[in-house]
């Protein structure tokens, strides 16, 4: 698989990376550990080297997770992690003060089994601590050698701009799709000013640009899609729309839907890297397979043009989950 370079930074990735917090949590019942072990090495095994966690999934069990499966090739491959919930759990709050942030590298690094984080994104931006002192405390470990790389995660471009003067930001991650644009507006344009790598989680909708996903889908209990306003049966049914107008390019292409989504954001920008995640080995396979799809000018202004006439249908986070998005 080519490589990518995220921003000026010169952190250099697989062109896409795989997202590893749906092996065990926010999508239903976990993955047996052996089989999601099995699955990162053949990630890697396939070219992949730049994984996603976080302290808040499992909370610490993923990272704990991804530290094992990658630590017999731990030179060889990328590992971006996240601080930012109060002692690591999403539903309580936000906490990125210093000394947690610091709490949290510390942790981190025992749980990957390494000596330094590669990537290190502020998960979500905390509104009671100043963002300078976020990047200052950045400043810091990366001076001491325990980070190599500062991150956001679902930053607003003034937040960016702000956190950037302190400490450089190698990369900004944020939900982007074909069925979430929204990063276009103003963040886009301003990674590209800065020299920002964009790394965009769910690229393929949470599931639903697979076009395995329809109105009469179920889910367990404990997946959160549950909860998610985009994903009511009404809304599915709505959104079908998108999902037919990726059908269709696929069969043009030899392709199938999730390949064109995925393929459709390797066109945006050279510095854009998904991560898509998976816990099957042919869903694995299949959006690696994206890196060969190529779209012609033709094929994008014909996405662009079948776009125009879709309004995607719900929100895409519940009222009580408004600490997840940009600020």
Partial sequence: MDKRTLGSSGLEVSEIGFGCMGLNWGYGPAAQREDAIRLIRAAFERGVTFFDTAEAYGPGTNEELVGEALQPFRDRVVIATKFGFRDGHVDSGLDSRPGRIREVANESLKRLRTDRID???QHRVDP???IEDVASTLKDLIREGKVKHFGLSEASAATIRRAHA???VAAVQSEYSLWWREPEETVLP???ELGIGFVPFSPLGKG?????????TT???TDFRNT???FTPEARKANHALVGLLQQLAARKQATPAQIALAWLLSREPWIVPIPGTTKLHRLEENIGAASVRLTGEDLRSIEAALGGITVQGARYSPDRQQLVSR
Wanted: cysteine-free.
């Fill in 190 to 192: 301003t990674l590209a």
């Fill in 228 to 230: 998610v306003p985009r």
């Fill in 128 to 130: 009671n601590v100043p």
């Fill in 208 to 216: 639903f640009l697979t076009g395995a996903i329809d109105e009469s």
């Fill in 166 to 168: 302190v400490q450089p």
């Fill in 219 to 221: 889910f367990d209990k």
């Fill in 119 to 121: 990537l290190f994104y």
